[in-house]
């Protein structure tokens, strides 16, 4: 039991967790090893400053806490603190994977799953090399502080990722399949879907043509509206980033339009899959916030420090990608809200445009950028031969206001390899999702 | 059986910076032990968070080596080396005033620009040894100050940095540099479309291309270079290096996963134009028949795999201003470009500086850049400069296409 000091508000945050990779390139096997690792975090704030520490040694948790509050400086008003005052004090116990934790699932089990779809990206002739991966996670965490909150919850993920390096004549393509859940039973049964995906990377290979360069109609993908969410407004979200600029308050009022008026854009830590966080590295407890509703900026998101600089609530997005670094503000689950049209009513209006359907990568500052891995033209409203786009582009608020279409339904997705990137810190899972969404124009290279 | 064994130790002490005020201490030291073992063509690896035990982490090794993964037992031969940089850069008791009162001076000379993001410190050591006689060890450290900075106003997430990584910390000619930064920002320049000598990190560019020098894609045919091995394919003037030296590659290692020591702490990728290298590791090097260049890396816990320590290009002019003696475009920031299957490149640029003569001019509106592999590298390639403006830095010159955005 950790004794705290009164003059200081103090947490400990540790985790345990276990990981399992297996890696097979060209068909032989590269890696294959579980890992445990247990670390802790530990914060000691006086009201002026934060001390921070990270230690794998868990079992003496009490000297290295000792040794930040020797640091500090006792603060006798620490409860009356801004920051203090909005900290949660909650307490519970979750545990949502104790029937089926990955960590009871033998490891020989995982290869065979692995191996039994290897042979099928390698079907084409085309494909010189292939790579299979399985990831999976469990951690259990404990967050305590100083002001009696004591939460223990579980987390996991598992997924397998296929790269396929095609070559033929002076062709070149890396295609890639990958999917991410939270039981392993979930991962089979996926040969129909990953020799799809094969075939169509082959596809591409062989009759992708270059682009033309230009602003073209441009439909995104669920994947690639979500990233585009989280690249293009998301970020903008995180509200860290009003600290160093006060005019920032202005200029992010919430009410003010930001968007198409059939835009909305969420948020949560609640949605099952990689991004899910039922407390954030604060103690604070996940729930949906709006950032845009119907157009309108509705929301941001918060750690406590930003939540009092900015006199607004929590919002459970204080997260750091291990023991190793603080909380800052970050995303969790990321989704664009539906609309009304089926797929076929989104892209019959456009006579020349561009659909994007897989990505490698995205990002956002005034511009923002999705570098596709598969895409295709839409001609007169059906979709046409696949073309190799550099990447699309545009400025974050302009297209936002350029968005006048999206499919009903919303695909959620997770993935177990890559992540978010936000300074030092990367890679942190994260959730997307989206409708099939329909831009206006953007920038096509 | 042959066995390799490995001890990293990483202490590192930051501070974060909101609004140009230090607002928290963060201490990290993090040691992990490695042992590999070799036997029947196969390989054994066990890591540990924490001090090793290395007959434990050897015995956890050896139980490994049932897993059946295959790899050539090639450790390096005898050889012991050591490269130790261990002067203090900053008393750590003098990190928060020093660089809070650094902080104050930049805060003043910048009034309309918002800083934050990190400043550290980083200390590590490095040991290597194996059954074959080689023993290795390096220690070393860093300073990294990376500061994000708002155009009070702008309502941007961030607008431009000051960057810097090295071991001497010279106030004086950082906040000068700091300065003559901010300066042209504030000056609009502008340019029409067309070709123009685009000064960037050669990262920016090479990175997007770098998995065309990885061995194993290199032998499979999916490389844009494969088959090319030994040929000229690019600019006289282009010598492509993984920095691996101590003097350069400040609180890097100059030995890789695998314990190999490169020529001058350098293997080298491209040399005056001619594909020399790939990037390899012991296995890749012999399932492909090509040579080892030394760049593996590794987990803790890991099989070595493909890694990069640091890219260094060959210099081939004094200053900025005999690499690019006209107009020319340098790129601050350049996020999310990427390249097509066949070597296009494009990328927005969304801050860059007009220079004339080596000199910032002005700030340019956002841009979009874009070039081919082969060009870039071939006629398209002008050179390179080390430590101007600041001491550590590389900067290199490309002729590119140049759109606004």
């Known amino acids: ?445 | 059986m042959e066995k390799e064994f490995i001890k990293q130790t990483e202490h590192s002490y930051t501070l974060n910076v909101t609004a140009g005020k230090i607002d928290s201490f963060r201490e990290v030291e993090r040691t992990t032990g490695t042992v590999r073992v070799y036997e029947n063509g196969c390989i054994g690896v066990a890591g540990c968070l924490g001090e090793p035990d290395e007959a434990e982490l050897t015995e956890k090794a050896k139980e490994a080596l049932a897993f059946g993964i295959p790899y050539p037992e090639k450790l390096e031969g005898p050889l012991e080396a050591e490269a130790h940089n261990d002067a203090e850069i900053l008393p750590v008791a003098d990190f928060i005033p020093t660089m809070q009162s650094f902080l104050d001076r930049l805060g003043e000379l910048c009034p309309r620009f918002g800083l934050s993001n990190k400043i550290s410190l980083k200390y590590s050591q490095s040991e290597y040894r194996n059954s074959k006689g080689r023993s290795l060890s390096c220690s070393g450290g860093n300073m990294d100050i990376s500061l994000v900075a708002q155009n009070r106003g702008s309502g941007n997430l961030f607008d431009t940095g000051f960057g810097w990584d090295g071991v001497g910390f010279d106030a004086e000619k950082l906040l000068a540099e700091f300065k003559r930064e901010y300066d042209a920002f504030y000056v609009p320049a502008d340019l029409e479309p067309g070709r123009y000598p685009v000064v960037t990190d050669p990262s920016m560019i090479v990175f997007r291309f770098v998995n065309h020098l990885v061995g194993d894609l290199y032998a499979a045919g999916a490389s844009l270079l494969s088959g090319k091995l030994g040929e000229k394919l690019f600019s006289e003037k282009l010598t492509v290096r993984d920095d691996r030296n101590p003097d350069t590659a400040h609180g890097g290692c100059f030995f890789d996963a695998e314990g190999c020591v490169a020529p001058g702490f350098r293997p080298t990728l491209i040399e005056n134009g001619v594909l020399k290298g790939l990037l390899t590791t012991k296995k890749t090097a012999e399932t492909y028949g090509l040579p080892n260049l030394g760049t593996a890396d590794a987990a803790y816990d890991g099989v070595p795999g493909i890694g990069f320590g640091k890219l260094y290009l060959d210099a081939t002019a004094k200053s900025l201003k005999e690499l690019v003696p006209g107009k020319a475009i340098l790129v601050a920031i350049a996020s999310g470009g990427d390249a097509t299957p066949d070597g296009h490149f494009a990328t927005p640029v969304q801050m860059a500086y007009l220079m004339e003569n080596g000199e910032l001019v002005g700030r340019l509106p956002d841009l979009a850049i874009s070039g081919d592999f082969f060009d870039l590298f071939g006629k398209d390639y002008i050179g390179t400069v080390h430590d101007d403006p600041l001491d550590g830095t590389i900067l290199s010159a490309f002729e590119m296409d140049v759109e606004k955005a």
Not at chain 1, 107 to 120: A, D, F, G, M, V
Not at chain 1, 285 to 302: C, D, M, Q, S
């Open chain 1, 1 to 445: 039991m950790l004794q705290f000091r009164d003059g200081f508000y103090a947490d400990v945050r540790t985790e345990d967790r276990f990981r399992t990779i297996i890696q097979y390139k060209a068909g032989v096997l590269e890696e294959l090893k579980t890992r445990r690792e247990q670390q802790a975090f530990l914060r000691v704030y006086d009201g002026k400053l934060w001390y921070y520490a990270s230690v794998t040694d868990v079992k003496h948790l009490q000297k290295t806490l000792d040794g930040l509050y020797g640091a500090a400086t006792a603060n006798p008003a620490i409860l009356d603190d801004p920051i203090v005052r909005r900290f949660e004090r909650n307490v519970d116990r979750i545990e949502t994977f104790g029937d089926c934790s990955v960590r009871d699932i033998p490891l020989r089990n995982k290869q065979e799953l692995l191996l039994s779809y290897l042979p099928i990206v390698t079907e084409d002739d085309c494909v010189k090399m292939a790579q299979g991966i399985y990831v999976d996670r469990n951690s259990r965490f404990r967050f305590c502080s100083s002001l009696g909150a004591d939460i223990e919850y579980d987390y996991q993920t598992c997924g397998l990722r296929f790269d396929m390096n095609m070559a033929e004549g002076e062709k070149k393509f890396t295609g890639s399949w990958q999917t991410g859940c939270t039981r392993f039973d979930e991962l089979t049964g996926l040969e129909t879907e990953i020799r799809e995906a094969a075939k169509e990377s082959a596809d591409y290979l062989r009759n992708s043509v270059p682009v033309e360069a230009g602003k073209y109609p441009v439909v995104l993908s669920p994947i690639a509206a979500g990233v585009f969410a989280h690249e293009s407004f998301g970020h903008k979200s995180e509200s860290d980033f009003m600290l160093s600029d006060d005019s920032m308050k202005e200029e992010w009022q919430l009410g003010k339009t930001v968007g198409s008026p059939i835009l909305s854009i969420a948020e949560s830590g609640c949605v099952p899959g990689c991004g899910f966080v039922p407390y954030d590295d604060e103690g604070t407890k996940a729930r949906k916030n709006y950032l845009i509703r119907n157009g309108v900026l509705a929301g941001r998101l918060h750690s406590a420090q930003t939540a009092a600089a900015l006199d607004e609530g929590l919002t459970g997005n204080a997260r750091a990608i291990d023991c190793n670094f603080e909380p800052i503000v970050r995303m969790t689950t990321t989704w664009i809200e539906g609309g009304d049209l089926t797929f076929d009513e989104l892209i019959a209006p456009i006579e020349k445009g561009y659909f994007i359907k897989t990505i490698n990568h995205g990002s956002g500052m005034s511009t923002f950028t999705i570098a596709p891995s598969l895409a295709y033209e839409i001609q007169d409203g059906k979709l046409g031969r696949p073309v190799q786009i550099s990447v699309i582009s545009g400025n974050v608020f302009e297209t936002l206001g350029l968005i006048d279409g999206l499919t009903k339904d919303v695909e959620m997705l997770s993935f177990v390899t890559g992540g978010c990137g936000k300074m030092e810190q990367h890679p942190l899972p994260v959730g997307f999702g989206g409708p099939y969404v329909r831009v206006s124009e953007m920038n096509v290279q």
